[in-house]
């Protein structure tokens, strides 16, 4: 696993988009796995400011997201779909069509099995972006006594709820399931890329990085299997952690 110590948080995102975009410039037909949630909005912005500076083409690109909140309507603010479209596909030039986040059709069996199809649809991401929980969780995997490999269905944690409910009116509106990619579909990329920040994301970056141990206690540890997984924190993380 490599380990980048950014300056701040600004520069783990400009670092992280500068990632992606080469990716995509290496193989403008590349498909990329993506995230939501606080951490990789900057991101985000940094890859439109790079299209918007001609530096960057999405038209051929596509993309897979970790996951989505079942029961929401795509329209819903609070939607991952909303949130890509609003932070990403909105300003740029990829085809919507190329996008994928999970919908709520159907049974949230049927839109894991959707998920899970499209995860391996021409191949695995070649990077997949990633946050982490306090908890360790990464996308919605949730620490507990055991973890899925495939895409499937889970059940939020109360301090996931407790957490995501900053975004909604209340504690009460955050949807208790979502559909996620399973930790085989994230082990799947050809890279990883995770950024974390901020006091809450300490004791979750230590068991990540601080030692060789892996746990479904801190699902994140699980990326210590993978070949080419980048880890990118700023200083001020890095020293709270001790790493
Ligand atoms: C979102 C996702 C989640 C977040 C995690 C951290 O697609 O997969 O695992 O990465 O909850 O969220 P933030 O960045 O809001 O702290």
Known sequence: MKLIVTESYEQSCLKAAEMIGDVIRQNPKAKLGLATGSTPEPIYKNLVKMYEQGGLDFSQVSTVN????????????????????????????????ATF??????????????????????GAPAIQLLGIGANGHIAFNEAGPSLRAKSHV???TESTIQANSRFFDSPEQVPTQAITMGMGDILAAGSIVLVATGASKKEAVQGLLLDDVITTENPSTFLKLHPNTTVIIDRELAQLAGV
């Not at 989505?68 to 069509?97: A, C, T």
């Not at 986040?101 to 021409?122: C, H, I, M, S, Y």
């Open 66 to 97: 970790l996951d989505e909140y079942w029961g929401i309507d795509p329209e819903h603010p609070q939607s991952y779909r909303y949130f890509m479209n609003h932070h990403l596909f909105d300003h740029v030039n990829i085809r919507k069509e």
């Open 154 to 156: 889970e059940t939020l």
């Open 101 to 122: 986040v999970a919908t709520g059709k159907g049974t949230p069996e049927q839109a894991a099995d959707e998920l899970e199809e499209k995860v391996f649809e021409n």
